[in-house]
């Protein structure tokens, strides 16, 4: 059982910065591909990002690519997603997921065992 606790989000204009975190715990959490996904109101949930458990590789969404930066931190069980010059289409909760490690960087939601609560990221225009 892994349990995924994301932190960050907020308020802030078009072109600023946000730092989402995720905290994972659960006595194998450390072997688990991460990933980010979000969802805006009236829109399906969207693949953002996601690195291999071993942090050596990530895969991005090819509307965030170049602006957002996905990383972890084992030992600390954390993996940080780095958002910059946001934009209001931007706006959505984000959730963090966890899927086995097998199965490499997915963009499939069905591959991932376990979410987070989500947090909610606002831009402004």
């Known amino acids: 059982q892994v349990h995924l606790v994301e932190s960050g989000g907020g308020l802030v204009q078009a072109g600023g910065s946000l730092r989402l975190s995720c905290v994972a715990s659960?006595?194998?959490?450390?072997?688990?591909?991460l990933g980010w996904f979000r969802q805006s109101p009236g829109k399906e949930r969207e693949f953002v990002a996601t690195?291999?458990?071993?942090?050596?590789?990530?895969l991005y969404g090819d509307s965030v690519k170049g602006r957002f930066t996905i990383s972890r931190y084992n030992a600390e069980n954390t993996v940080l997603l780095q958002m910059n010059s946001l934009k209001p289409e931007d706006t959505a909760v984000y959730y963090c997921?966890?899927?086995?490690?097998?199965?490499?960087?997915?963009?499939?939601?069905?591959?991932?065992?376990?979410w987070g609560q989500g947090t909610q990221v606002t831009v402004s225009s």
């Open positions: 997921a966890a899927n086995r490690r097998h199965l490499g960087l997915s963009v499939s939601e069905p591959s991932y065992d376990y």
């Open positions: 659960g006595r194998t959490s450390s072997m688990y591909n």
């Open positions: 690195i291999t458990w071993s942090g050596n590789s990530t």
